[in-house]
Every structure is written in structure tokens, then in C-alpha cells.
């Protein structure tokens, strides 16, 4: 059973070793010269201020982004439901509308409590 594998796991350690191959072999080509400028934070053409271990994001932030990921991986429900939409039947056309009813109520009760609200 363990022979089986065997393909696998070879392909695995030479995919290792040429991963490590290509990274010993970038080291030694690459250009290194290192300055201040260079070594110093960048985030969106802004000059750092301050400590970057301070830790004041707002969590609205994550709020948002955990929505957005939450809204997507529900709609693509919807595309394996409009293929098989005829064998499915009248039972799985009902039961998607519940379903989108369940998402309509999730986002009515994040936008009451603001979540969707971008400035604030």
C-alpha cells in the first residue's frame, strides 16, 4: 500500500530540493546592497510614523474583511445550484431561496449594527 505512494513522495523531495536549489542559487546572483531607505518600512507610499508594533488597527477592519469572505463563500453556493437547477427540482429551487433569505437577514443585521459603515 506504502509502494503506492512512493511516486508521490519523489516528486515531493525533488520539488523540495529544486525549490532549494533555485533559493541558494538566487542568493548567490542577487545584488545585495542594503541602505536605509531600503530597509525601511514602506505601506502605500506613506512614510512610516511611529512604532510598527504599537497595535492600534481598528477591528472594523477585520470586521469588514470577515464579511466580504463570508458574503463570497455564500454566493458561490449559487453556481453549483444553477447547473443542476432542473434535477433539483422544485424542492432545491425553494430551499436556495431560504438560503438567500438566511444571507438577506445576515447582511440587514450587519448593516443595523454598522458594519458596513466604511468611515465612522
Same mark, same amino acid.
Given at each position: 500500500?506504502? @509502494?503506492? +505512494? ?12 529544486? #525549490? ?14 542594503? =541602505? =536605509? &531607505? &531600503?530597509?525601511?518600512? +514602506?505601506?502605500? *507610499? ?9 497595535? &492600534? /488597527?481598528?477591528?472594523? =477592519?477585520? %470586521?469588514? #474583511? ?6 463570497? %463563500?455564500?454566493?458561490? +453556493? @449559487?453556481?453549483? $445550484? #444553477? %447547473? /443542476?437547477? &432542473?434535477?433539483? *427540482?422544485? !424542492?432545491? +429551487? ?6 438567500? !433569505? @438566511? @444571507?438577506? /437577514? *445576515?447582511?440587514? =443585521? #450587519? $448593516?443595523?449594527? *454598522?458594519?458596513?459603515? $466604511?468611515?465612522?
Amino acid at each position: 500500500m506504502l @509502494l503506492n +505512494y512512493l511516486p508521490v513522495l519523489i516528486m515531493i523531495g525533488l520539488v523540495a530540493v529544486m #525549490a532549494m536549489m533555485v533559493l541558494f542559487v538566487a542568493s548567490l546572483i542577487r545584488p545585495s546592497r542594503p =541602505y =536605509y &531607505k &531600503k530597509n525601511q518600512a +514602506y505601506e502605500c *507610499g506613506i512614510d512610516p510614523i511611529g512604532e510598527a508594533s504599537i497595535g &492600534k /488597527v481598528r477591528i472594523h =477592519y477585520f %470586521v469588514i #474583511a470577515i464579511l466580504f469572505i463570508i458574503f463570497d %463563500v455564500e454566493t458561490l +453556493y @449559487l453556481f453549483p $445550484w #444553477a %447547473v /443542476v437547477l &432542473k434535477k433539483i *427540482g422544485l !424542492f432545491g +429551487y425553494i430551499e436556495m431561496f431560504v438560503f438567500i !433569505f @438566511l @444571507l438577506l /437577514v *445576515g447582511f440587514i =443585521y #450587519a $448593516w443595523i449594527k *454598522g458594519a458596513l459603515d $466604511w468611515v465612522s
